[in-house]
């Protein structure tokens, strides 16, 4: 069973600052099976990123996905003040869907 | 605009049952799976179930298997779960998510169960 571990736990930053959100599988996985989702309080969450790097719709562009193999990471170009949130990973296999831990952003 | 709405959260008793809904509008529900995922107080996401396009085959995370149900309805284009044996490790906000391949697309508010000894 894969298992997805998020690091940093927690990230503080300053607005126009660019966060680094790293996602790392227990085993190697498919790189189209890899998206991300932005949570904030009080509300659901919502797709960032699918396919390890393409943007959901109506997503800007100062957010971006890379990676392969084990090691995915979202990048947050620009910090904006709405983009302080928590982000957790997801991957699919065989009809089952794995989240990450989350890595919660938060101002400095 | 697609819209997922839940309903049926409430407090219920350890051992009890409960029904959640989920209505859809703003796509044509038949033509997606449809999963429900849930969130523990303070915690992360854990999916829970999957359901097909036509309500024929359905996926379960280990830990409610044999507990839960989920089904479909698509000429109402509602979504089911039932819960059954809940424990307190079953309290958490339940949402409705629409699958678009091996993603969630779109996501309800969301309703809190809550599971009390």
């Known amino acids: 069973e894969v298992v997805l571990t998020q690091s940093p736990g927690t990230l503080s930053l300053s607005p126009g600052e660019t966060a680094t959100l790293s996602c790392r599988a227990s085993?190697?996985?498919?790189?189209?099976?890899l998206a991300w989702y932005q949570q904030k309080p009080g509300q659901p969450p919502r797709l960032l990123i699918y396919?390890?790097?393409s943007r959901a719709t109506g997503i800007p562009d100062r957010f971006s996905g890379s990676g392969s193999g084990t090691d995915f990471t979202l990048t947050i170009s620009r910090l904006e003040p709405e983009d302080f949130a928590v982000y957790y990973c997801?991957?699919?296999?065989?009809?089952?869907?794995?989240f990450g831990p989350g890595t919660k952003v938060e101002i400095k | 605009e697609e819209q997922l709405l839940e309903s049926g959260g409430t407090l219920v008793q350890t051992g009890g049952s409960l029904r959640l809904s989920c209505a859809a509008s703003?796509?044509?529900?038949?033509?997606?799976?449809m999963s429900w995922v849930r969130q523990a107080p303070g915690k992360g996401l854990e999916w829970v179930s999957l359901i097909t396009l036509s309500g024929g085959t359905t996926y379960y995370t280990d830990s409610v298997k044999g507990r839960f149900t989920i089904s479909r309805d698509n000429s109402k284009s509602i979504l089911y779960l039932q819960m059954n044996g809940l424990g307190v490790e079953d309290s958490a906000v339940y949402y409705c998510?629409?699958?678009?391949?091996?993603?969630?697309?779109?996501w309800g508010r969301g309703a809190l169960v809550a599971v009390s000894s």
């Open positions: 085993q190697i996985v498919s790189s189209s099976f």
């Open positions: 998510a629409k699958v678009l391949s091996n993603r969630f697309d779109s």
């Open positions: 997801q991957h699919y296999i065989s009809a089952v869907f794995i």
């Open positions: 396919g390890t790097s």
């Open positions: 703003g796509f044509i529900f038949g033509h997606f799976a």
